[in-house]
């Protein structure tokens, strides 16, 4: 009862923790955006020109090039390339794959999961056995899956609101699901595509082997929703029915790459950094138009939406452009293991990573204190319809930053149709609404603006309201 | 001050006006949309076997058969048609334009404006005379548009996060150009397409001569808005450029059609009635998906929404799939007309006719205590992300009924992309996004169903919380 008290008390005090001229200034933003945004245009560079940006390819390459070069266009304080190895995985052929029902061939679209061994070279032919999940192996045990392929058939729960949930509830079932069926004896696994909806659309995403011997690791790919249900309707019938599936893909060393970063260095207290960031690697089928073309424009249009809007910010403000995202984290650790051996002071990190839909607002992973003072800047926000300001994940580039001074933050666009794209051939530019992206910049700005303004430490602490 | 104490008596006042058992059976009415709605399925059918379904065209026709018999299947109480005469409006041939700079041809894409008289048969060629907007004209008198095409290039403001308020801005230059450019002796007029987007969709929609006698009637057209660009930049280097117009459209006499209602009976209340519902009829340049397809089959699966979910209404329930929104009204005017003559007591009135976007909330027409009632269930929707209620218009085909003792309610999808595809060739079934529109009829049937239980009037007055 005396902590509701407490936050009762608070909330009115921070309702008053903004002013008219934040009013304005946010209107500016979004105007701006609107009207005079660049993200759109950076982002049909990298996807149509440029096209997939899967870690160590040229692409990949061509896009921290690329963005290096806008980001000095645009007049910052410094603009530069952190090295970092990373992996360098490539999917060779088109894979394919078909199960055979009364001698006729049903081919299905598969695709092999990031950083899966390839089949041998004339493909593998096996029985199949299906499971709900990865758990279900050991209960089965090498007995029923020694020889077999494994065929993994969880879907997405679609009574959940929110995908991300959704996608949380099968995602270990793709990384995971390969090294346990190893484990009996399979000889390849088939994971159903974490998609939302039913379609031919295989979806790819990172898999992991874990502490496998390399002469143990069998081939993983994922499978369309409707072939997942083909196949299984097929099973039914006939639980004999054989599976072909060919993958040529390779692993090879790590290569050198980069995170990208620019900066506006704060006039009053230039030591504390603001970084605002989205991944510029992507899975090779679509041309990462969403995941995360849309957060690297977004990221990068923050530090434009401010200088046009007249900002000058009294913290340093970084764009980081983080390689590698997808299939290793290497850049975001990287860029935090620097930030330490610098003794960087990190106040705030804002990552966009779910899609260039319309924003709703924001998940905070922060204490309660700082989660009041932020939600009590809604009212801010109301006209832009962005009403999400709730405790939650940030983003997996930005976490390697964690400690108790800083506050991490996630866009929480719309998220209903981020999995009908996510990781797949139709993740493309003309899937991202132009509006839509904008107002992700604006509100991504917006906030970064009363941040930087308000500082993360509590109103008493440290500064007042000036107007 | 003292309304404001009022308010903030009675807010704490309706916070607890509503009960756990709420809770749990919105979140049945969410999932079983979510899991087992019919909602998709029956816009697949309406939008891909039937198509796009304009006022007195066998399809709407078709539409009209379809729904009641699909509403017959669902053990309503009562199904029936309500006839209505709509007006007959045809296409013809595909419309041609083009403009001619330096001799060559440029040609652009256009379509006539619902409502249209055709060009002469080997069509109308002219100068053109670009305004800002109609209101223009009359200052540039008819010296200098005897004779010529106006051509009205008045873009949507894109500043505005509300798209349908930029649509607001705009619908009088399509409604009413081709009368004001009559007026003063233009031979057509050419309105750049009401569309958030830069694309070569053409977008369609009424307009009305108002009393103007039919011999001094000029054909209008929409372009699309890159072709409106484009002409706009050839008149800067040749305001003597000539355009080319042809259409074949034709307005017929007045045929039969229908409303189609279907309606379960209330328990308590049966002489009350609560109505939901969207509109039948649709343009025919795409399928109709979004406008009004979506509404239509939201409209339906609230009733089957309400029964799967086991709720038994103590008020009569009613869908109205409307006939003739888009270039009339009829079906909206008649179903008002037809309830007043029958001392029907209607007191809530729900549409959804903005697109099958992610719901965000409503807007609501009506008194503030009623909005207040309304307004502290906001937190039942909240683990749906709905937000939005908010005083604002309903929708055209339930505002006839307003009255003191009605309370009416619109859908508020999200907006950003509705005017891409807003009665254009690109309003079609593949963009419309399946959980976003289960979503949409879930949120709906939350909405009367607590309407239902609790009434429209202050709950002081009448019903209590029951549990």
């Given at each position: 009862?005396?902590?509701k008290l407490?936050t009762i008390?608070l909330?009115?005090?921070?309702?008053?923790?903004?002013s008219?001229?934040?009013?304005?200034?946010?209107?500016?933003?979004?105007k701006?955006?609107?009207?005079?945004?660049k993200?759109?245009?950076?982002?049909?560079?990298?996807?149509n020109?440029?096209?997939?940006?899967?870690s160590g390819s040229?692409?990949?390459?061509l896009a921290?090039?690329?963005?290096?070069k806008?980001?000095e266009?645009?007049?910052?304080?410094?603009?530069?390339l952190?090295?970092?190895?990373?992996?360098?995985?490539?999917?060779g052929?088109k894979?394919?794959a078909?199960?055979?029902?009364?001698?006729?061939i049903n081919?299905?679209n598969?695709?092999?999961?990031?950083g899966?061994?390839?089949?041998p070279e004339?493909?593998?032919?096996?029985q199949?056995?299906e499971?709900?999940t990865?758990?279900?192996?050991?209960?089965?045990?090498?007995?029923?899956?020694?020889g077999?392929?494994?065929?993994?058939n969880?879907?997405?729960?679609p009574e959940?609101?929110?995908?991300?949930?959704?996608?949380g509830?099968?995602?270990?079932?793709r990384?995971?699901g390969a090294?346990?069926?190893?484990?009996?004896?399979?000889?390849?696994?088939?994971?159903?595509?974490l998609s939302?909806?039913?379609?031919?659309y295989p979806?790819?995403?990172?898999?992991?082997?874990g502490?496998?011997p390399?002469?143990r690791r069998?081939?993983?790919a994922?499978i369309?929703?409707?072939?997942?249900?083909?196949?299984?309707?097929?099973?039914?019938?006939?639980k004999?029915?054989?599976?072909?599936?060919?993958?040529?893909?390779q692993q090879?060393?790590d290569?050198?790459s980069?995170?990208?970063?620019?900066?506006i260095?704060?006039?009053?207290?230039?030591?504390e950094?603001?970084?605002?960031?989205?991944?510029?690697d992507?899975?090779d089928l679509?041309?990462?138009?969403?995941?995360?073309?849309?957060g690297?424009?977004?990221?990068?249009?923050?530090?434009?939406?401010?200088k046009e809007s007249?900002?000058?910010?009294?913290r340093?403000?970084?764009?980081?452009l983080?390689?590698n995202?997808?299939?290793?984290?290497?850049?975001?650790?990287?860029y935090?293991?620097?930030?330490?051996?610098?003794?960087?002071k990190?106040?705030?990190?804002l990552e966009s990573?779910?899609?260039?839909?319309?924003?709703?607002?924001?998940?905070?992973?922060?204490?309660?204190?700082?989660?009041?003072?932020?939600?009590?800047?809604?009212p801010l926000f109301?006209p832009?319809?962005?009403?999400?300001?709730e405790k939650?994940?940030?983003g997996?580039?930005?976490r390697?930053?964690?400690?108790?001074?800083?506050?991490?933050a996630?866009?929480?666009?719309?998220?209903q149709?981020y999995?009908?794209?996510?990781?797949a051939?139709n993740?493309?530019?003309e899937?991202?609404?132009?509006?839509?992206?904008e107002?992700?910049a604006?509100?991504?700005?917006?906030?970064?603006?009363?941040?930087?303004?308000y500082?993360?430490?509590?109103?008493?602490?440290k500064?007042?309201?000036k107007?």
């Amino acid at each position: 009862m005396k902590t509701k008290l407490f936050t009762i008390v608070l909330l009115c005090f921070f309702t008053f923790n903004y002013s008219q001229t934040d009013k304005a200034i946010l209107k500016t933003v979004y105007k701006t955006s609107l009207t005079n945004g660049k993200s759109y245009e950076w982002l049909d560079y990298l996807s149509n020109t440029i096209g997939g940006r899967l870690s160590g390819s040229t692409n990949a390459e061509l896009a921290v090039q690329y963005t290096k070069k806008e980001l000095e266009k645009l007049g910052l304080d410094k603009v530069w390339l952190q090295p970092v190895m990373v992996p360098k995985w490539v999917r060779g052929e088109k894979e394919m794959a078909y199960f055979e029902t009364s001698g006729l061939i049903n081919k299905v679209n598969i695709c092999a999961l990031g950083g899966s061994v390839a089949t041998p070279e004339n493909g593998v032919k096996a029985q199949v056995i299906e499971v709900a999940t990865y758990k279900d192996l050991e209960k089965l045990g090498a007995e029923k899956i020694q020889g077999k392929i494994v065929f993994i058939n969880k879907a997405l729960q679609p009574e959940l609101i929110n995908t991300f949930e959704a996608y949380g509830g099968c995602s270990s079932e793709r990384y995971r699901g390969a090294a346990e069926a190893a484990k009996y004896g399979a000889v390849g696994t088939i994971v159903r595509s974490l998609s939302s909806r039913q379609d031919d659309y295989p979806h790819t995403g990172s898999m992991s082997y874990g502490g496998l011997p390399v002469v143990r690791r069998i081939p993983s790919a994922a499978i369309s929703t409707n072939d997942a249900v083909k196949l299984s309707e097929a099973l039914k019938k006939d639980k004999n029915l054989e599976f072909f599936l060919e993958m040529s893909c390779q692993q090879f060393d790590d290569v050198q790459s980069y995170n990208v970063i620019g900066e506006i260095t704060g006039s009053e207290f230039p030591n504390e950094y603001i970084i605002v960031g989205g991944h510029l690697d992507s899975w090779d089928l679509g041309d990462g138009a969403h995941d995360d073309g849309a957060g690297v424009v977004q990221s990068m249009d923050v530090l434009r939406l401010l200088k046009e809007s007249g900002i000058k910010p009294k913290r340093s403000i970084r764009v980081v452009l983080f390689m590698n995202e997808e299939n290793g984290l290497r850049g975001g650790r990287k860029y935090a293991e620097v930030a330490n051996e610098n003794n960087e002071k990190h106040v705030f990190a804002l990552e966009s990573d779910s899609g260039g839909f319309t924003p709703r607002g924001f998940s905070f992973d922060c204490n309660e204190l700082m989660l009041s003072k932020i939600q009590a800047w809604k009212p801010l926000f109301k006209p832009y319809l962005i009403h999400y300001f709730e405790k939650g994940y940030s983003g997996a580039d930005i976490r390697p930053l964690k400690n108790d001074g800083i506050v991490l933050a996630g866009l929480r666009p719309d998220s209903q149709r981020y999995f009908d794209h996510h990781h797949a051939a139709n993740d493309t530019f003309e899937h991202v609404n132009k509006r839509e992206l904008e107002l992700g910049a604006a509100t991504m700005t917006a906030l970064v603006f009363l941040v930087d303004k308000y500082g993360t430490e509590t109103i008493s602490n440290k500064e007042e309201i000036k107007d």
